[in-house]
């Protein structure tokens, strides 16, 4: 019989603990809200146009003019002192140049005459130089394989 009190008890103990006198402010209530729009993205900012023909340049140390009439004149010295000072007809001149460069100017030097290639062609990497079709005519034939046998010549 002891029992039925304390259950009674707890009951009401139980049931008082689940209200609260005092309510939560409207605001904390969540309420339903527009989601915010997604942030637009920055336009990236535009490259530097690259100076005038005709403009001296600094490029590592040397001293580079593109002029408008394609010539490009650098002047300059090379890793040991010695005078690197030259004018190439053309930027078609001046790519094959770049081996040699290899030798005697820096790699910063170098790495600076390739983009200045890159820019004067209009911007078309070396790979895709590599990848143009030759001006040899085609027969059509697919290429022979290396590693056959050479045909036998035949007779007219």
Same mark, same amino acid.
């Given at each position: ?8 008890? @707890?009951?009401? =103990? %139980? ?37 005038? =023909? ?7 140390? =040397? +001293? ?8 490009? +004149?650098?002047? %300059?010295?090379?890793?040991? %002192? ?6 190439y007809e053309s930027v078609e001149? @001046?790519?094959?140049? =770049?081996?040699?460069?290899e030798r005697s100017l820096s ?6 005459? +390739? ?7 209009? %911007? ?18 697919? $290429?022979?394989? $290396?590693?056959? $046998? ?7």
């Amino acid at each position: 019989m002891k029992t039925l009190p304390c259950a009674l008890l @707890l009951l009401a =103990l %139980g049931c008082s603990c689940g209200e609260s006198s005092e309510r939560a402010p409207a605001s904390a209530t969540p309420a339903a809200t527009e989601p915010e729009p997604a942030a637009e993205p920055e336009p990236e900012p535009a490259a530097p146009a690259p100076p005038p =023909l005709g403009t001296t340049r600094d490029l590592a140390g =040397l +001293r580079v003019t593109p002029n408008e009439d394609g010539t490009i +004149r650098i002047e %300059g010295t090379d890793r040991w %002192g010695g005078d690197a000072s030259a004018t190439y007809e053309s930027v078609e001149f @001046l790519a094959p140049a =770049l081996a040699v460069y290899e030798r005697s100017l820096s790699e910063e030097q170098v790495a600076a005459l +390739r983009a200045l290639v890159d820019e004067l062609r209009g %911007g078309t990497p070396p790979a895709a130089e590599a990848a143009a079709p030759s001006s040899t005519p085609s027969t059509g034939e697919a $290429p022979a394989d $290396p590693s056959a $046998p050479a045909a036998a010549p035949t007779a007219p």
